[in-house]
């Protein structure tokens, strides 16, 4: 399944608001620290196999292909 999310690094908590589709991020996003923590959390989060990003590595607004067991 594929889905935009729009992420917001460096904030106080790591979370995934589903219906509003944006990502909190601990990380900064410096060193593809960003990166790492959102593919830990939607892994976490659907259950998934893997996740990978599709579009926007370097970007805030991302597309994300999910592939759930």
């Known amino acids: ?3 935009n999310i729009k992420v ?3 904030s106080n908590k790591s979370e995934f608001l589903e219906k509003q589709r944006i990502v909190f991020l601990k990380s900064r ?3 593809n ?3 790492i923590e959102l593919i830990k959390l939607l892994k976490k989060h659907f259950k998934a196999s893997e996740v990978k990003i ?3 590595l370097k970007s ?3 597309i994300l ?3 759930c067991q």
């Open 1 to 3: 399944m594929k889905i």
């Open 8 to 10: 917001k690094p460096n």
């Open 29 to 31: 996003p410096e060193n």
């Open 33 to 35: 620290q960003a990166n």
């Open 54 to 56: 599709i579009k926007g």
């Open 60 to 62: 805030r607004e991302k």
């Open 65 to 67: 292909e999910i592939e």
